[in-house]
């Protein structure tokens, strides 16, 4: 899980070379913004069969915390 999850972002940022683990930040970190946030909510509930609202997506600050949501589901 946590690979995919990963390789979506490095997709989306369009960064192959960024270094990304679990205590990685979505903002400072990756340098994701507001409209790649929400590329990112659709590829992974398409990926995952999950469905997340932007509240919940807005909560998600680190890798880890992605992870932790989809184990949840």
Do not use: A, H, P
């Not at 972002?9 to 205590?23: A, H, Q």
């Not at 990112?40 to 398409?46: H, I, P, S, V």
Request: proline share 0%; aromatic share 6%.
């Amino acid at each position: 899980m946590l690979e995919r999850i990963v390789q979506l972002v490095k997709d989306i940022v369009g960064n192959d070379e960024i270094d990304i683990s679990l205590n990685s930040s979505l903002k400072e970190d990756i340098g994701m913004n507001s409209y790649e946030r929400v590329q990112l909510t659709g590829l992974l509930e398409d990926e995952f069969g999950v469905s997340i609202s932007s509240r919940q997506m807005r909560q998600f600050n680190k890798i880890q915390d992605i992870v932790d949501y989809l184990q949840s589901c």
